[in-house]
């Protein structure tokens, strides 16, 4: 197995006038958010966080207002520093830079996309699109070159002389990530990027982030406190709450097996039929039941209850690259339509 794009390992950050003073009531005495304010003036904003974040994947932190994601975003291009903790890039120590080179990090292998869009009004949005390789002193036709062909791709052609306050959030938010795409980077960090949208707008946000994922293979760090954003999106999913990482991994395998109550809580009023893919239930063997017809391995169990038509003695093929690995039997599709409790349900893994 490769070696993970980023790697953070027992990352705290603790903010107030003295954290290194505390750190050890956090790291070695257990000390919880509430009991470190209330004892000691500080705030835990994050809590022995180790994640591997995968090349060409997109992982998704997630978590309610107050949890420490856009905290972490922001460690792993140094706009917070941290209390502890190791950040690894393609095995060089972030935290090891000095300040010449953490700028060209910032410059040359990541690029950020912001909430509220960040950007300059008195700029076009061509302007504002070929920033980076400006700042990088790039000639300007080839800059703008590149820039126009990243708005082409966004929807945005037609529009480069125009100025941010002539535009429509969503169009705003277009230009933003267009603007990461010209840079250039490895990496590309999303700060609750579509959050500020309406709900139509973002889900077209959504989808064509994950067009452009399917060609660029970018390795995307995205920030939501969405649930449904985040399954959509997420090919590994990290949930925080009060700094700490509760759960992480498959978002298939969190909504079919959620580690602890707060978990369940979490997934538990989502709809399982639209969230939950076909592999992901999917076992081997023979076919007890009539087989009905094939759905992919990526389907969702939406599309097998479409071809199972409401049969309880049905059996449904599972192909993967067009070729069968599986099948899912009318009790198994009742069972993962269920919510999780207490150990009911299985994985195909765990079989």
């Known amino acids: 197995m490769t070696s993970p794009k980023i790697r953070v390992r027992n990352l705290y950050k603790i903010f107030g006038p003295d954290p290194q003073r505390v750190l050890s009531r956090v790291r070695d005495d257990g000390m919880g958010k509430a009991e470190l304010m209330e004892r000691h003036r500080h705030v835990l904003g994050l809590r022995d966080i180790s994640i591997d974040m995968q090349a060409g994947e997109i992982s998704v932190i997630m978590g309610l207002s ?8 922001r460690h792993l291009n140094r706009l917070i520093e941290p209390t502890a903790g190791e950040i690894l890039m393609d095995g060089q120590d972030v935290m090891q830079l000095g300040a010449e080179s953490l700028r060209s990090l910032r410059r040359k292998s990541m690029s950020m996309v912001f909430q509220k869009f960040a950007l300059l009004p008195h700029n076009t949005v061509l302007e504002n699109t070929a920033m980076a390789p400006r700042i990088r002193g790039e000639a300007r036709d080839a ?12 929807g945005l052609s037609g529009f480069e002389d125009r100025y941010p306050r002539q535009l429509s959030g969503g169009m705003q938010q277009r230009v933003g990530i267009a603007r990461a795409l010209t840079a250039d980077t490895d990496i590309m960090l999303l700060d609750e990027a579509f959050s500020a949208l309406d709900p139509l707008i973002r889900t077209d946000m959504q989808d064509l982030l994950l067009e452009l994922q399917t060609e660029l293979h970018k390795t995307i760090i995205f920030i939501t406190h969405d649930l449904d954003e985040a399954l959509k999106l997420a090919d590994h999913l990290v949930i925080l709450k009060d700094g700490a990482v509760v759960q992480q991994g498959a978002p298939q395998e ?11 809580a979490f997934v538990g009023d989502i709809n399982r039929a639209r969230v939950l893919r076909a592999g992901t239930i999917a076992t081997q063997g023979e076919p007890d039941g009539a087989v009905v017809g094939e759905v992919d391995w990526q389907d969702t169990l939406e599309a097998v209850i479409r071809v199972a038509e409401g049969r309880t003695d049905a059996t449904v093929i599972v192909s993967r690259d067009g070729q069968p690995t599986g099948k899912i039997e009318t009790r198994d599709l009742l069972s993962a339509l269920i919510p999780y409790a207490s150990g009911a349900v299985e994985t195909a893994e765990a079989r």
Request: hydrophobic share 40%.
């Open 143 to 154: 800059r703008e070159a590149e820039a126009r062909k990243w708005l082409d791709r966004v």
């Open 254 to 264: 969190i909504v079919m097996r959620p580690a602890d109550p707060y978990i369940e």
């Open 66 to 73: 107050g949890s420490g994601k856009s905290t972490l975003i």
